[in-house]
């Protein structure tokens, strides 16, 4: 079987890893009240993702594009935990950048 591969940044290849997704997504979650079956789902999901690509390699970018998208939805303190660790922000205007837009989009959700 031909193992279904991930592009990090660098072009490095690596064989997809269904627990480092998920022990990531447990550790950006650490004391909030997010349920594991929830992440396990999550993990799940990023798998068929990559699993289901006709070339068999995805870009780690759009894993975890995909991942920040499920962590905004489910609770905004991980989000930016993983957020934070994922985009590696380089000052600390970049990282509020990125504040002020989950900020933005959930008034926009609440004005709703």
């Known amino acids: 079987q031909i193992p279904h591969l991930v592009v ?18 447990i550790k950006a ?4 009240a997010v349920p594991v079956k929830t992440l396990e789902l999550i993990a799940d999901r990023v798998e068929s993702m990559v699993q289901e690509s006709p ?16 962590l905004r939805e489910l609770d905004k303190v991980a989000f930016v935990r993983f957020a934070s660790v994922y985009r590696d922000f380089k000052d600390v205007d970049q990282f509020m950048a990125t ?8 008034r926009d959700t609440s004005d709703r």
């Open 8 to 25: 990090k940044k660098d072009g490095r290849r690596e064989r997809f890893d269904r627990e480092k997704v998920l022990s990531r997504l």
């Open 99 to 106: 504040l002020k837009g989950l900020l933005d989009s959930t």
């Open 55 to 70: 070339d068999r390699e995805v870009p780690t970018v759009q894993v975890g594009e995909f991942l920040m998208e499920r």
């Open 29 to 32: 979650c650490q004391k909030r």
